[in-house]
């Protein structure tokens, strides 16, 4: 009998699902609409189909199934297995979604933050494997985080531990949308660096990216890169701003969990080595003289599927400790 | 037979030592000089005759210890169990401490940071005792850090976790000791409120501690407190900015290990209500609206002790678990 892990990534648009051996390979994987209109159980439902399906596809069945893994954005209870609200997914108030695809797919589900799933899939697999101590940020509308700690998710006293996009770097500095102050989140995710860029052509700076906003009425962290590439100042300028925010709050992190690997994912490393060579030049220049430090930056190597890989991995993991 | 526990806190100036029993009562203590001119060897000597004349004063010997327990400041190889070197005692370079007490008092020795033996000594009996995820910050000359996390110690990947007071919270800001610019310790230690004071009023501002600076040729973190008590204005924007910066520090470690309490320890705490009230009311002033933040912010209990009871209950812990 076959040891097969599934792996879950919930979102508000689509619900990927894989299928992993018991060394987290990928067997074969698919995408179906969430359609979170239709509620929790409409999805639930939908997710232990696609999971037969997909089983089916393979030659395999649930009873090969070993485990399974979900990961959503929060908040949630995960300890309790809990989606409290979602604001991709309205109709998702109080949802005991562990509970409910345990009972539907008959196996035991593992749950949690869906940045902490790619943080452990990352670990598991990917640029982290091997480093017990590594922290994970994913550059997306937001700034998401995951901390593996002596080789374990650290949670925090509510679950909610890792919310590294909103430590503050300037205490009276841009609003974000968590209602703080200078958070890194509002400099350094892929929607606060084009929104710098707006505003900064908006404001009359020349350069390239103005025909961009003229054209398409915004510009995107994409184009943002594209025109750095091109050898755009602006471009540049709103390039080192993103880079020196990251810098900090790699410093930030590594006076606080002390990792041996800080892994970079999200949208936004699609820029490359421009990116990451200035953060770590950044962080070179912000760095203490007291010691020299070892800490690896780098970019995550699982792409768009580290949701379900994270997920399956986690499935795997709370197994062997079972 | 009892069980006896030792705690040594290994400091530039003094030596404490103090002697307890399993549930880390305190017996009796002791403080001698370090004499760190002299070496290592010759100050573990003295710890040795110091314990064996602490126990014996107790009508204990070295038959009743189970295990001791020694904390000095980094850097340190804390789980090799060894001091790199020591700014207050340059004698003290690749000292093998934990070995060499060891051998001489013939028990278990543990060893760590001074920051998290005080840390664990609150934890343990302390301001954070039964608080399994807490956050612990001295102010002293510098600003130490200790996390608790799931009931223990973090270290991370090389010891070195929890330099809380290097997080930094102005990426152009003042100058710190480390080498970088606008660390929360160039801010909000003891020495940078009273130098932040002295610069203020050398700068003109109109204050009564003015007085003090022409009297005694400089102006303590104390000064600061008294003048504020008896309605100094300058003393009044100098503790709001050290608050201000405490907060922000304290909201930078709740989104990235989510403690259930933060304790203040450290010589400023001793400014009372007046000092802990303001964090407070800029931490509520800075922290997100996103969700209630039910963190618990006060003050240690455990006053120049922390580091013996620490000590003592970390040589208690370890053997739990042994």
Redesign the interface.
Known sequence: MSEIFIGIDLGGTNIKIGCFDSDIKLISKTSVPTRADMGPEVAVDKMAETVEKLLADADLSLNDVTAAGIGTPG?AKYSEGIIIRSTNMPEFKNVPIRQMLSNKLGKPVVFDNDANVACWGEYAVGAGKGV??MVFFTLGTGIGGG?I??GKL???????????G??????SGRK?N????GCVEAYASANSTAKRASEAVKAGAKSSLKKVLEEYGQITSKDVYEHLKAGDKLAKKITDETA?ALA?LC???L??????RIVFAGGMIAAGDVLLNRIKHYFNE??????KE?VEICFATLGEDAGIIGAAALAAKRRSRA
Do not use: M, S
């Open positions: 908040p017990d101590n901390i700690n002596d650290l949670h925090g006293c509510g679950d909610n531990a890792a919310e590294l909103h430590i503050i770097i300037h205490p974000c968590c209602g703080q102050r020196e900090v410093i930030n992190v006076h606080t969990t002390e990792p041996k912000h760095i203490w003289t007291l010691k070892t």
